[in-house]
C-alpha cells in the first residue's frame, strides 16, 4: 500500500471513530447535549483536529443521515430476475421494514435530527431515492399483475411515503411502547396491506 492510500485509509478510519463517538453522544444525550468539544473530549483530540473533518455539530448530523439513509441501498439491492416483481417487490418491503427497526437507534436519531435540522422533507426524499422501486411495480403493470389506474411513479410514492411514517413511529416509541412481537406483526399487516392496495383494480 503506497503512503498516499494509506493516509486515505486512516482518515477514513478516523471519520468513522468521530461518526460512532457523536452518535453515542447524541442518544445519550439528546442533541441539545452535543457539543464539539465534549466530542473531542471523548475521543481525545483537539477541536482543530475534529474541525478538519467536520465543520460543526450539523455537519456531523448530515454525515450521520447519509450513513442511516444509504443503508437501504443494500437491501434493494439484490435483484432476483426469477422472482414475479409484484412478490419481489413485497418481499423487499418486508425486508426492508424488518431490517430497518433491528437499527432502532439509528432510526431514532434519522428522525430527532430531522427535525434539528429542519430537513424532514430531504431525507424522506432521500430514502425514496435510495430505495426507488418503482421500475418492479412497471414491470407488474405490464404483466397485469398490478393495478393501472395510478402509475408506478404514484404508487412507490404512497407505499414509501407511509413506510417513513412506520419507521418514524417505531423510532421515537417509548422503550417501554416497544414490543418486538408486535412490531414484527405490523410489518406483516402492512405488507400485506400494500398487496390489496397494488393489486385493487381501478374504477
Same mark, same amino acid.
Given at each position: 500500500?503506497?503512503?498516499?492510500? =494509506?493516509? &486515505?485509509?486512516? @482518515?477514513? %478510519?478516523?471519520?468513522? /471513530?468521530?461518526?460512532?463517538?457523536?452518535?453515542?453522544?447524541?442518544?445519550?444525550?439528546?442533541?441539545?447535549?452535543?457539543?464539539?468539544?465534549?466530542?473531542? #473530549?471523548?475521543?481525545?483530540? !483537539?477541536?482543530?483536529?475534529?474541525?478538519? +473533518? =467536520?465543520?460543526?455539530? /450539523?455537519?456531523?448530523?448530515?454525515?450521520?443521515? !447519509?450513513?442511516?439513509?444509504?443503508?437501504?441501498?443494500?437491501?434493494?439491492?439484490?435483484?432476483?430476475?426469477?422472482?414475479?416483481?409484484?412478490? +419481489?417487490?413485497?418481499?423487499?418491503?418486508? %425486508?426492508?421494514?424488518?431490517?430497518?427497526?433491528?437499527?432502532?437507534?439509528?432510526?431514532?436519531?434519522?428522525?430527532? !435530527? @430531522?427535525? =434539528?435540522?429542519?430537513?424532514?422533507?430531504?431525507?424522506?426524499?432521500?430514502?425514496? #431515492?435510495?430505495?426507488?422501486?418503482?421500475?418492479?411495480?412497471?414491470?407488474?403493470?405490464?404483466?397485469?399483475?398490478?393495478?393501472?389506474?395510478?402509475?408506478?411513479?404514484?404508487?412507490? @410514492?404512497?407505499?414509501?411515503?407511509?413506510?417513513?411514517?412506520?419507521?418514524?413511529?417505531?423510532?421515537?416509541?417509548? &422503550? !417501554? /411502547? +416497544?414490543?418486538? #412481537?408486535?412490531?414484527?406483526?405490523?410489518?406483516?399487516?402492512?405488507? /400485506?396491506?400494500?398487496?390489496? +392496495?397494488?393489486?385493487?383494480?381501478?374504477?
Amino acid at each position: 500500500m503506497d503512503q498516499s492510500a =494509506y493516509f &486515505e485509509q486512516m @482518515r477514513k %478510519k478516523r471519520q468513522q /471513530e468521530i461518526l460512532e463517538t457523536a452518535k453515542q453522544i447524541f442518544l445519550a444525550e439528546g442533541l441539545e447535549g452535543f457539543t464539539m468539544q465534549k466530542l473531542a #473530549k471523548m475521543l481525545d483530540v !483537539s477541536t482543530v483536529t475534529l474541525y478538519k +473533518y =467536520y465543520k460543526n455539530s /450539523e455537519d456531523i448530523l448530515l454525515a450521520l443521515q !447519509s450513513e442511516i439513509v444509504a443503508l437501504g441501498i443494500h437491501i434493494t439491492s439484490c435483484k432476483n430476475a426469477e422472482e414475479e416483481p409484484l412478490e +419481489y417487490f413485497l418481499a423487499t418491503m418486508e %425486508k426492508f421494514l424488518s431490517e430497518s427497526v433491528k437499527n432502532r437507534e439509528d432510526l431514532r436519531l434519522l428522525f430527532l !435530527s @430531522r427535525v =434539528y435540522l429542519k430537513n424532514a422533507n430531504t431525507v424522506g426524499e432521500d430514502i425514496a #431515492k435510495v430505495t426507488d422501486m418503482s421500475g418492479w411495480l412497471k414491470q407488474a403493470q405490464a404483466e397485469g399483475t398490478v393495478r393501472k389506474d395510478f402509475s408506478a411513479e404514484e404508487m412507490w @410514492r404512497f407505499v414509501s411515503e407511509t413506510n417513513l411514517a412506520v419507521l418514524e413511529r417505531i423510532g421515537l416509541m417509548d &422503550e !417501554s /411502547e +416497544y414490543d418486538k #412481537k408486535e412490531v414484527k406483526k405490523w410489518i406483516g399487516q402492512l405488507t /400485506e396491506s400494500y398487496r390489496r +392496495y397494488l393489486q385493487i383494480s381501478g374504477g
